[in-house]
């Protein structure tokens, strides 16, 4: 989720974004679901449009997780190795909570402007 502005722009049809700081969600492929295995981190990102998607990479640690959409994960946190893991900053669990109640069905929801103001505090 872009949580600072970013401008748009159209290449035909397709819409890009430009390359600005972007709120990743992940959690560890090596421990079990749930509010103590969910993190963020930020990157630089640009997404551009993929089909109906908006896709995006970003570099980790000298790895590249592929993006989609909010938080990177269609509002989901994205899937990370331990070692990417190890670098992202544990959510507030109210944060988590809200996230987990915020409906937002493939995207961000309810949470969206919390979590906004909570990276911008946290990243900055």
């Given amino acids: 989720m872009y949580y600072k502005g970013t401008t748009g722009y159209y290449v035909g ?3 890009h974004a430009r ?10 492929k090596d421990r079990p679901l749930g509010p103590d295995n969910f993190r963020a981190l930020v990157r630089k990102v640009a997404m ?3 089909g109906n998607f908006m896709m995006g990479r970003a570099r980790v640690s000298g790895k590249t997780i592929v993006l ?6 269609d509002g ?3 899937t990370v190795s331990e070692e990417i893991y190890q670098k992202a900053i ?3 669990r109210e944060l988590y909570d809200k996230w ?5 069905w493939n ?10 103001e909570w990276a911008k505090k946290t990243f900055n």
């Avoid at 989609?68 to 994960?73: K, L, Q």
């Avoid at 995207?107 to 906004?116: N, Q, R, T, V, Y």
């Fill in 68 to 73: 989609s959409g909010s938080y990177g994960g």
């Fill in 13 to 15: 049809t397709e819409q």
């Fill in 76 to 78: 989901l946190p994205v």
């Fill in 107 to 116: 995207s961000a929801g309810a949470e969206a402007g919390d979590m906004a």
């Fill in 19 to 28: 390359r600005a700081p972007f709120l990743i969600l992940v959690q560890s």
């Fill in 100 to 104: 987990n109640k915020g409906e937002g």
């Fill in 90 to 92: 544990p959510v507030p």
């Fill in 48 to 50: 551009g449009q993929v």
